[in-house]
T-cell receptor, first 114, second 105 residues
Framework: EAQVTQNPRYLITVTGKKLTVTCSQN?????MSWYRQDPGLGLRQIYY???????DKGDVPEGYKVSRKEKRNFPLILESPSPNQTSLYFC?????????????FGPGTRLTVT | LAKTTQPISMDSYEGQEVNITCSHN???????ITWYQQFPSQGPRFIIQ???TKVTNEVASLFIPADRKSSTLSLPRVSLSDTAVYYC??????FGTGTRLQVFP
């Protein structure tokens, strides 16, 4: 089944403790991205990647890192999480950067930073 | 990037047709119009995409007038399960706050 998976689905952590949220897709998509969703603010793009080893900042990249060493994986790294990074995070992928804007989203990761 | 404006919320009843209009006055020549649906605590789901005139799939129809400065997502005969937030995107993957559709029995 074609899908985007994220892990963990729920995470409660403390300020400053490094964490990684994994994202994997099995559709051989070139383009992957991370969003965060907060009440009243909609979805905001954090980082995106057009292909392996090609990443770029989205609208709200501060406090986050990403890497794209393999086509299928696009982990989101929070080196020193802070409470304002408490949010619902979504990973998404699409075939490539051009053409259709049909993206496939993962199930989400709800992160709480205390 | 084209800015989009859509109603914050809409109410409907089961079995009715729902039309959600999105304004995008500064749409660029190459921009496509894309609509997504999102249920609570789930990732958005692609519904439909179009460039001009009318596009229809098994879920919805998308109407785009000749000037392309607006578009209308049409959901035929909605059911309770269509209660969700609907996002209009133009030429990008930038999501706004969407339209919250509530369907009542």
């Amino acid at each position: 089944e074609a899908q985007v998976t994220q892990n963990p689905r729920y995470l409660i952590t403390v300020t400053g403790k490094k964490l990684t949220v994994t994202c994997s897709q099995n559709m051989n998509h070139e383009y992957m991205s991370w969003y965060r969703q907060d009440p009243g603010l909609g979805l905001r793009q954090i980082y995106y990647s057009m292909n392996v080893e090609v990443t770029d900042k989205g609208d709200v990249p501060e406090g986050y890192k990403v890497s794209r060493k393999e086509k299928r994986n696009f982990p989101l790294i929070l080196e020193s999480p802070s409470p304002n990074q408490t949010s619902l995070y979504f990973c998404a992928s699409r075939p490539n950067a051009g053409g259709s804007y049909e993206q496939y989203f993962g199930p989400g990761t709800r992160l709480t930073v205390t | 990037l084209a800015k989009t404006t859509q109603p914050i919320s809409m109410d409907s009843y089961e079995g009715q047709e729902v039309n959600i209009t999105c304004s995008h006055n500064n749409i660029a020549t190459n921009d496509y119009i894309t609509w997504y649906q999102q249920f609570p605590s789930q990732g958005p789901r692609f519904i439909i995409q179009g460039y001009k005139t009318k596009v229809t799939n098994e879920v919805a129809s998308l109407f785009i007038p000749a000037d392309r400065k607006s578009s209308t997502l049409s959901l035929p005969r909605v059911s309770l399960s269509d209660t969700a937030v609907y996002y209009c995107l133009v030429g990008s993957l930038i999501f706004g706050t969407g339209t919250r559709l509530q369907v009542f029995p």
